[in-house]
């Protein structure tokens, strides 16, 4: 796989600092109210579960899937949901983890469904943000690093639902997607 990439952008040891770090921080702001941490799945499921093992307090888990994708490598600009939590987030504090943020759609679509449904609070906690290409006015509350307008693969984030299992995150060479 390392081959695609046109160079890494971040290691695994960078990506696993700073994710310590942002359990410190979930830790810090959420102590004693038992928050509900929400994987937006596929591309946030190795960051999910390296994050959640780093937030050193009682806490739940729960799954949704959402994409705009497509195998593209710009956003189709429409949201589909599936496994939407309804009952399961009411009265709770609820952090979503996203693997990144881009147009900001996704995060838009779901944060304004998911207030309507009686959430205590609702967090947005992203590994990576492109604020460059924000389509939406969204803000993440928690983010790992900001990222430049590149298409990234790795650490759970595809192209064509290929990469998810490399290790670090890498730029693709463009030929990849452009063939
Ligand atoms: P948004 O709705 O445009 O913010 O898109 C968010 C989703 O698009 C993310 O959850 C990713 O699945 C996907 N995405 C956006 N940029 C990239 C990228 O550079 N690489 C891989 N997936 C991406
Ligand atoms: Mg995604």
Do not use: W
């Amino acid at each position: 796989m390392r081959e695609d990439m046109a160079y890494i952008l971040l290691s695994r040891e960078q990506i696993a600092q700073r994710v310590k770090k942002l359990g410190e921080c979930i830790r810090r702001d959420f102590e004693g109210k038992k928050p509900l941490m929400v994987c937006i799945l596929k591309g946030s499921v190795v960051f999910f579960s390296d994050l959640i093992r780093s937030v050193d307090m009682p806490l739940e888990i729960e799954f949704m899937t959402a994409s705009s994708y497509g195998s593209a490598t710009v956003s189709s600009g429409e949201v589909k949901v599936v496994g939407a939590l309804d009952e399961k987030i009411r009265d709770r504090h609820v952090i979503l983890v996203e693997d990144i943020i881009d147009s900001g759609r996704t995060i838009a679509y779901i944060k304004a469904d998911m207030l309507n449904k009686g959430v205590k609070s609702l967090t947005v906690c992203t590994l990576l943000d492109k604020p460059s290409r924000r389509v939406s006015d969204v803000q993440p509350d928690y983010t790992g690093f900001e990222v430049p307008d590149a298409f990234v693969v790795g650490y759970g984030l595809d192209y064509a639902q290929a990469y998810r299992n490399f290790p670090d995150i890498g730029v693709l060479k463009p030929e990849i997607y452009e063939n």
